[in-house]
């Protein structure tokens, strides 16, 4: 049986997340690749048969998306970031979704600055919780049945990074970087990222990945140019 990966339906969380960071007028753009090198550990299959409304959700087999490797040999799901920026950068008015859909958070890894809505959705028949379980913004423990459709929430300081787990169902979770910028991203499906708008000046990039930790390297840029960063991950 081929293995995959839990992947749920394009909902308004995934157009959302592609939405989060606005278009700057002027800046630099920093892209780059997130390698990924060593034997991948072996996918851990989600045993849904405890709830019915799950597995009709989610027909097929389903993986955990902790360690997702590509097919080009790069890593999925790694959070890039800007350390620290000088400057006052406003929230967007407009709420980043995060969805539940399959018994699974959708997106899995994900940014959001500091004072932008959270809207938490439910888009199961089924009882969630959603427990975040932050150490510098209060933490919640939220629960969501059927008929709760929507849940508001907002994180004022900066925290990198906010673990999302369910306690219904234990397989689900997600991680939140909060950011008083918009200088982030996420790996996606080829193992990239591009970080757009960046003022001129030095900083510290950070990619972080829930199993294998963080890397930093310093970047310069003039605030008109583009500049590549790649990192390189392995298996422990």
């Known amino acids: 049986m081929k293995m995959r990966t839990l992947v749920?339906?394009?909902?308004?969380?995934?157009?959302?997340a592609a939405a989060v960071v606005p278009a700057l007028a002027a800046g630099s753009t920093v892209t780059g690749k997130i390698s990924f090198s060593g034997?991948?550990?072996?996918?851990t299959k989600i045993q849904m048969q405890a709830d019915p409304v799950c597995m009709k959700n989610h027909p097929g087999d389903a993986f955990s998306e902790?360690?997702?490797?590509?097919?080009?040999?790069?890593?999925?799901?790694?959070f890039v970031y800007i350390k620290s920026v000088p400057g006052t950068f406003p929230a967007p008015t407009t709420p980043l979704v995060m969805d539940q859909h399959g018994c699974a958070?959708?997106?899995?890894?994900?940014?959001?600055?500091?004072?932008?809505?959270?809207?938490?959705?439910?888009s199961d028949g089924t009882l969630h919780n959603v427990h975040?379980?932050?150490?510098i913004n209060p933490s919640q423990n939220v629960a969501m049945p059927k008929f709760v459709k929507e849940k508001m929430a907002k994180f004022d300081k900066e925290e990198?990074?906010?673990?999302?787990?369910c306690e219904v169902h234990n397989w689900m979770n997600a991680w939140m970087?909060?950011?008083?910028?918009?200088?982030?991203?996420?790996?996606?499906?080829?193992?990239?990222?591009?970080?757009k708008g960046l003022p001129a000046g030095t900083y510290d990039l950070v990619a972080w990945h829930e199993k294998y930790g963080s890397q930093t390297?310093?970047?310069?840029?003039s605030g008109t140019d583009s500049k590549s960063a790649d990192f390189a991950f392995k298996a422990s």
Do not use: C, E
Not at 8 to 16: I, L, Q
Not at 177 to 195: E, Q, R
């Open 8 to 16: 749920v339906p394009v909902t308004r969380a995934g157009a959302m």
């Open 39 to 43: 034997t991948a550990p072996k996918p």
């Open 66 to 78: 902790a360690v997702v490797v590509n097919p080009n040999g790069t890593l999925k799901n790694v």
């Open 105 to 122: 958070y959708a997106p899995h890894v994900f940014g959001i600055q500091t004072g932008q809505p959270l809207q938490i959705l439910n």
């Open 132 to 135: 975040w379980l932050s150490k």
């Open 160 to 165: 990198v990074m906010v673990k999302f787990q």
């Open 177 to 195: 970087g909060v950011l008083p910028h918009p200088f982030f991203a996420v790996s996606g499906a080829d193992g990239t990222f591009s970080i």
């Open 217 to 221: 390297q310093k970047i310069t840029v």
